[in-house]
C-alpha cells in the first residue's frame, strides 16, 4: 500500500539551512505536501508542489521533488528559533498518507 | 472562532467505556476526516467522508465508528474503549478539487486507562 517515510529528528543552529528528506510510494499523487505542527496544536499546511515540478520556492522554504527516485526535500533557509516544530511530509489523492513526522530542534 | 471545532480538547475514560468525539466545521468543506497520532508514528487515516451520504474506511478503522450529521458535523465512536487507543486525534477538512490541502482541529487527546 502507499507509505511515507521521515527521518524522525533533525537538529540545527539558528541561522543554518535545515533539510528535511521524504521518502513516498505512490507515483500517481498529483500534489504532494508539507504540513507543520507546532507544540499543542493541529498541523497547518506549510506549501505543497505539483508533482510535475521539480522545484517549488516559496520566501525561506524551498521544496525539491524528484519523481525518478520518489524524493521530496524541504529546505528551510536561516532557520529561526520559531521554526521549532514537527514537519510531516504527506501525498495522496482524495485522502492524504502522512509520513512519521520529522521534529526539527533549532538550537540558539 | 476557529474554522474547524475539536470536542472536548481532553478526555479520561477507563477500558471498556463508550466515548465520542466531536468535530464541527464553518468552512463549508464537503470533505472531512478523522486522524490519529500517536509519537514516531504520525497521522494515521482512521475515517473520511467525502459528502453527508458517504463514509469510508481509512487505515486503521478497527475498534471506530463514525458518523456525519450533517456537512458540518463529523463524529468519531469508540464502542468500547482499550488502551492503545490512547492518542491525540484530529480532525480535519477539505474542499474539492485537486489540491488536497487540509485543514485541521486542534485536536482531542484521549487517554484510555
Known amino acids: 500500500g502507499e507509505d511515507v517515510e521521515q527521518s524522525l529528528f533533525l537538529s540545527v543552529r539558528e541561522g543554518d539551512s535545515s533539510v528535511i528528506n521524504c521518502t513516498y510510494t505512490?507515483?500517481?499523487?498529483?500534489?504532494l505536501y508539507w504540513y507543520k505542527q507546532e507544540p499543542g496544536a493541529g498541523l497547518q499546511l506549510l506549501t505543497y508542489i505539483f508533482s510535475n515540478m521539480d522545484m517549488k520556492q516559496d520566501q525561506r522554504l524551498t521544496v525539491l521533488l524528484n519523481k525518478k527516485d520518489k524524493h521530496l526535500s524541504l529546505r528551510i533557509a536561516d532557520t529561526q528559533t520559531g521554526d521549532s516544530a514537527i514537519y510531516f511530509c504527506a501525498e495522496g489523492t482524495g485522502k492524504l498518507i502522512f509520513g512519521q513526522g520529522t521534529t526539527l530542534q533549532v538550537k540558539p | 472562532d476557529a474554522d474547524v471545532t475539536q470536542t472536548p480538547r481532553n478526555r479520561i475514560t477507563k477500558t471498556g467505556k463508550r466515548i465520542m468525539l466531536e468535530c464541527s466545521q464553518t468552512?463549508?468543506?464537503?470533505?472531512m476526516y478523522w486522524y490519529r497520532q500517536d509519537p514516531g508514528l504520525g497521522l494515521r487515516l482512521i475515517y473520511y467522508s467525502f459528502d453527508v451520504k458517504d463514509i469510508n474506511k481509512g487505515e486503521i478503522s478497527d475498534g471506530y465508528s463514525v458518523s456525519r450529521q450533517a456537512q458540518a458535523k463529523f463524529s468519531l465512536s469508540l464502542e468500547s474503549a482499550i488502551p492503545n487507543q490512547t492518542a491525540l486525534y484530529f480532525c480535519?477538512?477539505?474542499?474539492?478539487?485537486?489540491?488536497?490541502?487540509?485543514?485541521f482541529g486542534s485536536g482531542t487527546q484521549l487517554s484510555v486507562l
Open positions: 468552512k463549508g468543506h464537503d470533505r
Open positions: 505512490d507515483s500517481s499523487s498529483t500534489y
Open positions: 480535519a477538512t477539505s474542499d474539492r478539487g485537486q489540491e488536497e490541502k487540509l485543514f
